[in-house]
Structure formats: structure tokens, C-alpha cells
């Protein structure tokens, strides 16, 4: 053992390997540790001699108060002389996402076009609602796509020769029914129609809307219409004019006709023999029953008095316009939606009609000049085309083909289209019935 290396008033603080490692030991007084070496050494002669020693009681060491406050002192001074462990701070890694980029919708497919149409007809749509148009195209329960309806005009059915523009055969129109009816075309109400255009409600995917021109007894529709609209249940569209003396002649027959309800009744103006026309500023009319007004105020009493006239006599408000002589103006379809027309009809027989696509002219064509351009009205279905009653049966292919083609295009761009409704549209409207 080696001598303590220090003492503190009568203790030692002895070196150890335990000292080493920060373990400090308290000895006893020296004077103790001589007793006991002479006590070990008697003992051990006394296992050589056989001598009987009694042992020395063990002293009890007297604690000096002023020696432990020092020892005291001492402990805590190498105690916060051994520095603690100091942790270092571990920095965890930040996560920095990475920005999810929205998926890009696809591109739409442009307006369906055929070669089908006159070079100078061009397709237009009428609804801005990119949404609600792809809702009404693929929801459940609407129109299919390539639904086709062929507005047709009657003006003037005889039994006799034909010896007028106007006029067609009795024998025509059965050969035009007959052929309506084995191409497998419907015809629809204007009601129908106008659900079909604003909203592609269900109508049978080859239509037709027969609209006859002018005033007409009733036998005149018993003769030649009834016939093939009764065993089908369609109905035929009266282009009524309102003036009250011409009407008169053939009103309560037209009214039981509408009770009937395969005669329906819509506006042709009051008047009527004076065409709405694109007027010189300053122009006025002048008319026995209106006397002479302004452009301003013809427009409104041809509209507004074809309409009253039209709930007053027949108990129901009219939806469409049919313009007399085909003719309109940009102000006059502002009036007719003013005063709640849905529809106009001109007699341009640019092709067929669908949903959100109606065919018009933008501009003149020098092959058919008497055909007004519609477009620069911008309604497209205020000036609605209409087939001519004797040419009629020479489209119906080839509005069977447009409908077709169209079909196919719209098949063709289903899926992008149902992909884009789902990206955009989705928040926005009801998709519980969509694909």
C-alpha cells in the first residue's frame, strides 16, 4: 500500500484504483491501525505457542465537528471539480415537401364539323358553360350524342297541280311521311324541342318538328296531316298569325284543334306581311291596325301583341317565333328573348340541329343570296333553320349521316371530356348521375 499522499487533520484520503475512477475512500486514525497490526500479530503467535490473549476492544472513533466540515468541504469541491457530461444537441432533419403539381386538363375537342353542310354553313354553339354542357352530353337519361332534329315547313298542301312556289302535293306529303317514318324519324312538340336545345332533354336520336305556316282550317290538318301524326301520337306546329280580323275566320276551330292536343299553336307575328328587316335609323311603318308608328314600336306590338294574342286565344303562352318571310334583325330577337320567346325560326334550310350546335351563315353566299347570314346576331337559337317542305325528303340521309358522324366524334372524345369534367367541373356541380 502506498503512504497517503495528503492529510486533512488526522484523515487520510488514500489513493486506490477506486480513487482513479473518482471514488474517494475515508481512513481510520492512525493510532487505530497500529492497535490492530499488534492485535493480528498476537494472534498470530498465539496459533504458534497456544498462548490465550484476550482482544483489545475496538476504540470508538470520536467525530471532530470541525474535521468533517472540512472533509464536508473537500467532497464537494472534487465533486463539482468532475465536470458533467455535456449532451449534444442532435438537430433532426427538416422535411421539406415537394409541391404536388395539379393534374392539367386535357384539351377539349373543337366544335364536331362535316363536310356534309354547304361550304359557307358553319356549325356554332350557343352555350358558354363548358360544364354544363359535358353534364348534359353524358349524364344518364339525356340525349345521346348525334341526336339530330329536322325543322320542317308546310306552307301550302293542295290536292290539285302544284302551281306556286309555296306549294306542295297532297301525294308529296305522304311520300315525305312515308319516309319519315321508314328512316325511323319522330316528330316532336316545340316544347320538346326547346328542352332538347336549352338542356339535351330525351328526344328520339332522329326527330323532326313540322311546322305549317300561316292560317289553316281545320280540315286542312284532318286531310293531311292527321293521318300519319294519329297512329304515332305526334304533333304538328301552327305558325298562328294573330291579326284579329284574319284570324277570326278559322279561331274557334283552331282552338278545338288545340284541345285536342296534336295542333299546337305558336307565334307568327300580328301583322305579319311586313317583314322585320334590318331598318334604316329614322324609318316608320305605317299599318291600319297600328297606324304609323316607329321601327322601335313595330317590333314590340308584332312580338309582344303575337304573344298576348296567342295566351288570350289559346290559353297558353307561345315559346317560339316563327319570323315571317324568314326575315329578322339584331334588335328584334333582343326584343323577342325580352319579351320570353325561347325559340326563332327563319326559312334558311342550312342543315340539321343538335345540341349546342345549330348551322348558320356568316356572311352572304353568292350561290343562295336569298339566304340571310344569321350568325351577326349572335343567338343562335332565335334564327333556327328550317327544311323546305318539297326538299325535305332529299336531306333525309344526309341528316341521318351528320347525326351519325357526330355520334362517333363525340365517342371518339368521350373520355377526354369525361377526364376534364372530373378535374374542373367536379367541384362545382352535381356528378352523382355522371359516368
Not at 297532297?170 to 319522330?186: D, I, M, N, P, T
Not at 305605317?286 to 297606324?291: A, D, N, P
Not at 374542373?424 to 355522371?434: A, K, N, R
Request: charged share 20%; net charge negative; with cysteine.
Amino acid at each position: 500500500m502506498k503512504p497517503p499522499n495528503r492529510f486533512f487533520a488526522g484523515l487520510s484520503i488514500e489513493e486506490s484504483p477506486e480513487f482513479s475512477s473518482g471514488t474517494i475512500t475515508m481512513m481510520k486514525p492512525l493510532g487505530v491501525n497500529v492497535l490492530q497490526g499488534c492485535l493480528w500479530g498476537c494472534l498470530f503467535l498465539l496459533g504458534i505457542v497456544g498462548c490465550t490473549v484476550q482482544p483489545l476492544p475496538t476504540p470508538t472513533p470520536t467525530l471532530n465537528v470541525q474535521e468533517t466540515s472540512l472533509f464536508h468541504e473537500a467532497i464537494l469541491t472534487a465533486t463539482y471539480a468532475i465536470p458533467e457530461p455535456t449532451s449534444t444537441p442532435t438537430t433532426e432533419p427538416s422535411f421539406t415537401p415537394t409541391p404536388t403539381q395539379p393534374p392539367v386538363p386535357p384539351e377539349l375537342p373543337g366544335v364536331f364539323q362535316t363536310s356534309l353542310l354547304n361550304p359557307m354553313d358553319h356549325p356554332h354553339p350557343y352555350i358558354q358553360d363548358t360544364c354544363q354542357v359535358l353534364k348534359n352530353r353524358w349524364k344518364m337519361g339525356k340525349s345521346a350524342p348525334g341526336t339530330v332534329v329536322m325543322p320542317i315547313m308546310f306552307h301550302s298542301i293542295t290536292d290539285g297541280e302544284v302551281n306556286h312556289p309555296y306549294q306542295i302535293s297532297a301525294h308529296q306529303v305522304k311520300e315525305l311521311f312515308q319516309a319519315l317514318e321508314q328512316k325511323g324519324f319522330e316528330a316532336i312538340s316545340m316544347e320538346q324541342l326547346a328542352g332538347f336545345l336549352q338542356s339535351n332533354d330525351y328526344i328520339p336520336p332522329r326527330s323532326v318538328v313540322l311546322i305549317v305556316d300561316d292560317l289553316h282550317s281545320a280540315s286542312y290538318y284532318r286531310d293531311h296531316f292527321y293521318p300519319y301524326l294519329h297512329p304515332h301520337g305526334w304533333t304538328v306546329t301552327n305558325a298562328w298569325i294573330s291579326e284579329p280580323e284574319a284570324s277570326r275566320r278559322v279561331r274557334d276551330e283552331n282552338i278545338a284543334l288545340q284541345r285536342e292536343g296534336w295542333v299546337d299553336h305558336q307565334a307568327h307575328g300580328v301583322v305579319h306581311n311586313i317583314n322585320i328587316v334590318e331598318f334604316k335609323p329614322g324609318t316608320t311603318i305605317e299599318t291600319s291596325l297600328y297606324g304609323k308608328v316607329d321601327v322601335e314600336t313595330f317590333i314590340y306590338r308584332e312580338l309582344q301583341g303575337s304573344r298576348e294574342a296567342i295566351l288570350e286565344t289559346f290559353g297558353k303562352a307561345p315559346i317560339a317565333y316563327i319570323w315571317p318571310g324568314g326575315n329578322f334583325s339584331a334588335r328584334a330577337v333582343q326584343v323577342a328573348r325580352e319579351v320570353g320567346y325561347q325559340l326563332g325560326f327563319t326559312v334558311n334550310p342550312r342543315g340539321p340541329l343538335m345540341y349546342n350546335w345549330i348551322p348558320l351563315g356568316d356572311e352572304i353566299d353568292p350561290k343562295r343570296p336569298a339566304l340571310l347570314p344569321e350568325n351577326y346576331v349572335q343567338d343562335p337559337l332565335m334564327v333556327l333553320p328550317r327544311y323546305w317542305d318539297k326538299d325535305a325528303i332529299l336531306y333525309l340521309d344526309t341528316v341521318i349521316r351528320i347525326g351519325e358522324e357526330a355520334h362517333a366524334y363525340a365517342l371518339e372524345n368521350r373520355e377526354r371530356e369525361l377526364e376534364y369534367y372530373r378535374l374542373v367541373c367536379e367541384p362545382h356541380v352535381d356528378t352523382t348521375s355522371m359516368p
